[in-house]
């Protein structure tokens, strides 16, 4: 009976881990785009790259705890980078990274200027 248990509830446990590490790459894209936007106000054009808007590296990485880490960390879960930047638009991408990549529900995420929400696979719902 255990191991019918564990049979069940082990997949459901793994998937609730890949969607509580979906929500750091979702809040890291959110903190992106709300640095772009002020860049925006002070300076009347988007930053083109990630270390104009004060981040360490670009692209850079977020770990398991949120943190930003270098983009080829041991312990990354999403890499961070700015995609077709201009000075009036862009879209900031979260794309998967190690064990994480097993988020095939959603795959990459990614957010425009405009506040459009996209993903690599399958549909935003659910995803964002």
Do not use: H
């Not at 969607?19 to 300076?43: D, H, I, M, P």
């Not at 009347?44 to 080829?72: C, H, M, S």
């Amino acid at each position: 009976i255990l191991g019918i248990l564990v049979l069940v509830a082990l997949p459901a446990y793994q998937q609730q881990i890949l969607k509580t590490k979906r929500s750091l790459g979702k809040g890291e894209l959110l903190e992106v785009l709300a640095r772009q936007e002020q860049f925006y106000v002070n300076n009347k054009q988007y930053a083109l790259t990630l270390d104009v808007l004060g981040y360490a590296a670009n692209p850079y990485a977020i770990d398991a705890d949120g943190n930003d880490v270098a983009a080829t960390a041991s312990n990354r879960i999403y890499q961070i980078k700015l995609v077709a930047a201009t000075t009036s638009s862009f879209n900031v991408q979260a794309i998967p990274q190690l064990n994480q990549v097993k988020d095939t529900r959603c795959g990459s995420l990614q957010i425009s200027s405009v506040g459009a929400k996209t993903v690599s696979s399958g549909a935003a719902t659910g995803c964002w």
